[in-house]
């Protein structure tokens, strides 16, 4: 079966810093992994995503994942934190275990920006 | 090409009454899901759908709630009676089955419910 963890329900930067969101996920076969953006009042819309071939994907908003399947990692990181950056943000891991791609959400990790 | 449209936007409505949220996938797709988020539990999946067909309802959380796709543009999700606990935004998204996985799911704006 396959789950998802994302490690703290909210994360806070300042403006220009460095974002780290953290992913780490289970999956008895190789997975495919997506971080998915959640804007105030608004639907999840996909941010990146990882299916095969390079490790590092890079993603909408200058965004960036590394996937590490020795760490079973799929963290998200942003160099330089913009205002417009503040959201909900979810990791979310597929397989075809069961014969579904069905994906599982983890709990998402808030991101607040100060200026 | 139009996204993902759920109607209504926002409902408020009495316990007890009845209320139907509405959805109409992207054209072309052959998976539609229904989730519900809250601040308690996160974003949970209710039901999907392929093909028109129920294949997991096992999130529904109880016999109030039901969910029906007559046809490959239109499902709908009822909760009757409604209760205050059923407060919450409720998504629903589409996705079209390709290769051997990966694809992205594209959700709709949500429906925000009140039941007071």
């Known amino acids: 079966a396959q789950s998802v963890t994302q490690l703290g329900s909210h994360v806070s930067v300042s403006e220009g810093a460095l974002v780290l969101l953290r992913c780490n996920y289970s999956s008895s076969v190789p997975p495919y992994l997506f971080w998915y953006v959640q804007y105030p009042n608004q639907g999840l819309q996909l941010l990146l995503k990882?299916?095969?071939?390079?490790?590092l994907v890079k993603g909408i908003n200058g965004f960036e994942a590394e996937f590490k399947k020795s760490e079973t990692s799929f963290h998200l990181t942003k160099p330089s934190a913009h205002m417009s950056d503040a959201a909900e943000y979810f990791c979310?891991?597929?397989?075809?275990?069961?014969?579904?791609?069905?994906?599982?959400f983890g709990r998402g990790t808030s991101l607040i920006v100060h200026p | 090409d139009a996204g993902v449209i759920q109607s209504p936007r926002h409902e408020v409505t009495e316990m007890g009454q009845e209320v139907t949220l509405r959805c109409k996938p992207i054209s072309g797709h052959d998976y539609l899901f229904w989730y519900r988020q809250t601040m308690m539990r996160g974003l949970e999946l209710l039901i999907y759908f392929n093909n028109n067909v129920p294949i997991d309802d096992s999130g529904m959380p109880e016999d109030r709630f039901s969910a029906k796709m007559p046809n490959a543009s239109f499902s709908t999700l009822k909760i009757q009676p409604s209760e205050p606990r059923d407060s919450a935004v409720y998504f629903c998204a589409s996705t079209k089955q390709q290769g051997q996985g990966g694809n992205t799911i594209y959700f709709g704006e949500g429906s925000w419910l009140t039941v007071v």
């Open positions: 979310a891991v597929s397989d075809q275990a069961g014969g579904s791609y069905i994906p599982t």
């Open positions: 990882y299916t095969t071939g390079a490790t």
